[in-house]
């Protein structure tokens, strides 16, 4: 539905949950799993796969964090940015 994607796993951070973004409608991918990506890194180009992408050619983007084991929990992305709430870098 989502179309070409790259997850990345941030891994654990000091209160034991764990960070994840997503990243949906890619026309490619510049990244293959298990490798290790950095920050400004192109991991992807912008398109319009999947069946909701509408032929827009747009990015999905999503911050999900664990909450125990198993439950993912979508997070407003504005909370993580590297210089602050509201602060894109």
Not at 63 to 89: C, E, K, M, S, Y
């Amino acid at each position: 539905m989502y179309g070409n994607r790259v997850v990345i796993d941030h891994g654990v951070d000091a209160t034991g949950r764990r960070t994840r973004t997503v990243y949906m409608h890619l026309d490619s991918r510049r990244v293959q799993p298990g490798m290790q990506v950095a920050r400004g890194q192109q991991i992807g180009t912008m398109g319009r796969t999947g069946i909701l992408a509408a032929a827009i050619s747009h990015l999905h983007f999503e911050v999900h964090r664990t909450r125990g084991r198993r439950i993912v929990a979508p997070q407003d992305p504005h909370l993580f940015w590297a210089d602050g709430f509201g602060r894109v870098n």
